[in-house]
């Protein structure tokens, strides 16, 4: 499943999926409390990975995709100019498609910008988040809402968490991603850790405490 699910996923390889396989099942099994969701989900294809794991641990769970649908926002003064505005705009009826396709259910889709989205359409209780935002506002946006909502336990994965230093050949084009995390836990008791893989994988986690 995982790699059918990559050979056709050009936004993530192997690697990343079983990361997600490992992290959102490690929650469900352990019975931590609350939904699930991805903060910048595409056409779904790593959205139908999320949904299977759900369907085979804890079936009643929801899943909540977010996106833009118009593509990614202008880069800010944390970002490079690795994208453009407007870059990766896809459609609702994209990630529908996704889910037909692998036939398993549709997620609740939220579509709209990430800070008029998540405040009124994230699950109260949250036991995983996987927030792919590619850039610093995104990300902090997506950091600021789920955080009071995780249940103790709950796991995060932040994609494009790039750190040069422990894993070298991940894909450097993103370091806003990772300033917004670094400038996010400051004051909080978690720290990131870097998911590390045999590619250019850049992603990194947190556990709630």
């Not at 894909?171 to 978690?190: L, N, S, V």
């Amino acid at each position: 499943m995982i790699l059918e699910l990559a050979a056709e996923n050009r936004m993530g390889g192997v690697d990343n999926l079983v990361n997600i396989y490992w992290g959102l099942s490690s929650v469900l099994a352990a019975g931590v409390d609350g939904g699930v969701v991805e903060i910048g989900c595409y056409q779904g294809r790593t959205s139908v990975l999320l949904r299977m794991i759900i369907d085979h641990f804890a079936p009643g769970r929801e899943l909540h995709v977010f996106d833009s649908f118009a593509g990614l926002p202008a880069p800010g003064p944390n970002d490079t100019d690795y994208t453009v505005e407007g870059q990766l705009a896809t459609g609702l009826d994209a990630v529908r498609e996704t889910f037909a396709r692998w036939q398993v259910a549709e997620p609740i889709i939220h579509a709209g910008w990430f800070e008029e989205t998540l405040a009124v359409g994230l699950p109260e209780r949250l036991c995983f988040a996987y927030i792919d935002g590619d850039l610093y506002d995104s990300v902090w946006t997506s950091l600021e809402a789920v955080y009071g909502r995780l249940s103790p336990g709950a796991v995060v994965i932040v994609d494009d968490y790039c750190d040069p230093e422990k894993s070298p050949r991940a894909f450097p084009h993103f370091p806003g991603a990772k300033k917004a995390c670094t400038e996010f836990f400051a004051d909080k008791p978690e720290k990131m850790s870097v998911l590390v893989g045999s590619g250019n994988l850049a992603a990194g986690y947190f556990r709630k405490n």
